[in-house]
């Protein structure tokens, strides 16, 4: 279901820039409303994200860098590995297994050098036919320059709204905390159409059955194949509602561009499109529902919220580590992403930096609402909205999210460092007793 959709409090990168300034401003009553819309958006009773709007360059980087997430992903491993390497990229998710639903390419990203530009001018992206069977270097020849240059952008927002959040808490633990840490992780990510499953799949299988005729697969590797062939059959149908399982980012902050949507290749266009021709599997689409399909739940509406974020904007949003930090006054935002439905050969194509403390990092529950905490634990709210039968759905979900998202309480303890809260985390939704599969997501 897609729910309510929840508008997206907008702050001007100008308006950002003057609120994290030192300089005295004659604006001071503007200001302070706006930080006041700030903290209200990020905090307890909001939705716990913002969009940043207007950031110089920032549009043009994203346009030039999205695209590539799904060349990336479509190509094969031999072609794929020389070029990460080239650009000092890797991945956190399996790229040799055919049955992914994410494709993700990641790079550590230095606060040292988050203010450094370097000559990355690109052009605009042209969307070609798709055709070639070779690799064409050129496409590929700024990615890591690009990957970098947005990053740097997205981390210096991020550091300028911790900022802006500390002046308001009191303090400097957000941005002290960034510092501290040294690194954000940025990740290109491409979520594949249900087209781009297929594709992935057969030059799989062609490839397998290349090298058995060669005589280069072992039994074990023939198991595999097989293995992969009977998952790819029951995959298709538990995961098409969703690309990524409901969670919370354990970081600081999230920062993220508004996605892109791409048609794949050799498929006939949505029916908004109005024409069965072939298109190319870089054509870009509107969002289906005008939305990004980043779903949101607030637990104390017990009430799933769709987000729509302005064209081309950034995106913050609230991880746990800020919810700790700022003892309950930033609100962590439980969210998923959600396919399309009935668009099979739609992707999603985005851009995000986690923003997190140094894995030494302490976490302290003194002064931290016991009631904020005892929340965490307890059965969610009950769903006032919509007519009964939407209620109920709304109640259904709920009680599922319940089932694979583990409360705070039950991974904070008192004087836990940030890398045993993370590692606590992540083996709670994914390790051999998760909650969740780890075929949902990256793991942070």
Not at 384 to 396: A, P
Request: proline residues 5%.
């Amino acid at each position: 279901m897609e729910g309510e959709v929840v508008e997206l409090y907008e702050l001007h990168y100008s308006d950002l820039m003057q609120l994290s300034s030192e300089k005295a401003s004659s604006e001071i009553q503007r200001l302070g409303s706006i930080s006041t819309n700030v903290m209200e958006n990020l905090g307890p009773d909001g939705p716990g994200l913002i969009a940043v709007t207007g950031v110089p360059e920032a549009s043009n980087l994203r346009r030039n860098l999205l695209p590539l997430a799904q060349k990336l992903a479509l190509l094969n491993n031999e072609d794929r590995k020389p070029l990460l390497k080239e650009h000092n990229l890797g991945s956190d998710v399996p790229l040799k297994n055919p049955n992914r639903n994410v494709s993700s390419f990641s790079m550590q990203l230095n606060y040292e050098q988050c203010h450094e530009r370097s000559d990355c001018r690109v052009d605009d992206v042209e969307f070609g036919n798709g055709d070639d069977e070779e690799v064409d270097q050129d496409q590929f020849k700024k990615l890591g320059c690009t990957f970098k240059e947005l990053g740097y952008c997205m981390m210096d927002i991020g550091l300028r709204l911790a900022q802006i959040c500390d002046k308001v808490i009191g303090g400097q633990e957000l941005q002290q905390s960034l510092l501290e840490s040294g690194t954000a992780k940025g990740r290109l990510i491409h979520y594949h159409s249900a087209v781009d499953n297929d594709i992935v799949r057969e030059a799989a299988k062609r490839n397998g059955q290349a090298k058995a005729r060669n005589g280069k697969v072992n039994k074990n590797e023939q198991s595999s194949l097989k293995q992969r062939e009977i998952v790819s059959s029951k995959d298709q149908s538990n995961d098409y509602g969703l690309w990524q399982q409901w969670h919370y980012d354990y970081g600081i902050f999230t920062v993220l561009t508004d996605p892109m949507f791409l048609l794949s290749s050799h498929q006939e266009t949505p029916t908004a499109v109005g024409t069965d021709s072939p298109i190319s599997s870089e054509q870009e689409f509107p969002s289906p529902g005008g939305h990004t399909y980043l779903q949101i739940f607030d637990p104390k509406k017990n009430q799933v919220f769709m987000v729509k974020a302005p064209s081309e904007s950034l995106i913050l949003q609230v991880g746990e580590a800020a919810d700790i930090l700022s003892k309950g006054k930033l609100r962590a935002t439980l969210h998923c992403v959600c396919r399309p439905p009935k668009v099979e050969n739609l992707s999603r194509e985005t851009f995000v930096v986690f923003l997190q403390p140094a894995w030494s990092k302490q976490f302290s529950l003194l002064d931290y609402p016991l009631a904020l905490l005892a929340l965490s634990d307890q059965k969610y709210g009950v769903c006032t909205k919509g007519t009964e039968k939407s209620r109920q759905v709304q109640e259904e979900l709920s009680h599922e999210i319940q089932k694979i998202v583990p409360p705070l309480l039950s991974r904070l303890k008192d004087g836990m460092t940030f890398a045993e809260f993370s590692r606590g985390t992540t083996k709670q939704y994914y390790g051999g007793k998760g909650l969740q599969s780890n075929k949902y997501m990256a793991r942070r």
